[in-house]
């Protein structure tokens, strides 16, 4: 199989369509944490403080932080009159959890008085927002609003150049070309997908292409070693 170079965007579109509709019949994935915690509810706040709490976070820590959090302040009101010392306590043992506390914080400060005390809901101005990426502010569009928007973390920027549809550097870069190449009704199973995917088959180190039920579509790029 070739690398996939100079392949016409219609035919890797077909690509993308049969990759996701296999992994999406994968047995024994488990949803994101982020999915876990957004729900039915779709609370963008809700997203926003589990989303900076993941960082560097697992995914089992992440849900029972950000739960245990939201159970004493479940509005940026009641967040921003929480002591740092409080929010520390409730994350650990999230990773930085004394910055993340920080960061929450002044989160909850800066909604007050700038946004009437609701979370924004473009990128723009949740970029403005201390310690929020792209990353987050894709995951609080999506899963907090319902807003189109395509979330590319580790896995997503590696499984991605893996199987040829990106050729980038960057979680950044892998954004960009997606956002040209992956058809706008995959964006949010996409990342859903390859985030579980990442973390239980394509792995980083010795991925098990053996059992990835999209094998025979993935020119397995960059792969040295598999199993």
Not at 50 to 71: F, H, Q
Request: charged letters at 25%; aromatic letters at 4%; a positive charge.
């Amino acid at each position: 199989m070739s690398g996939r170079i100079g392949e016409p965007i219609r035919s890797m579109r077909a690509r993308m369509r049969r990759v996701v509709a296999r992994i999406a019949r994968s047995e024994g994935l488990t949803p994101a944490a982020m999915t876990q915690l957004a729900g039915r509810r779709r609370n963008p706040f809700d997203v926003l403080v589990g989303t900076v709490i993941s960082l560097r976070t697992r995914d089992e820590v992440t849900i029972v932080s950000t739960r245990r959090l939201l159970a004493i302040a479940p509005i940026p009101a009641v967040l921003e009159r929480t002591s740092a010392k409080r929010i520390e306590k409730a994350i650990y043992p999230a990773g930085f959890y004394h910055t993340k506390a920080r960061a929450l914080r002044a989160i909850a400060r800066i909604l007050r008085e700038k946004h009437d005390g609701r979370v924004p809901g473009t990128m723009e101005e949740l970029l403005a927002l201390p310690g929020v990426g792209r990353k987050t502010a894709n995951l609080v569009l999506l899963m907090g609003f319902g807003v189109a928007a395509l979330c590319v973390d580790t896995h997503v920027h590696r499984i991605s150049n893996r199987l040829g549809f990106v050729a980038t550097r960057t979680p950044e870069q892998t954004e960009a070309a997606l956002r040209e190449r992956l058809p706008k009704n995959l964006w949010w199973t996409y990342n859903e997908l390859l985030v579980s995917y990442g973390k239980t088959v394509c792995t980083p180190l010795s991925p098990r292409c053996s059992a990835c039920p999209a094998a025979g579509d993935c020119p397995r790029i960059g792969v040295t070693r598999s199993r």
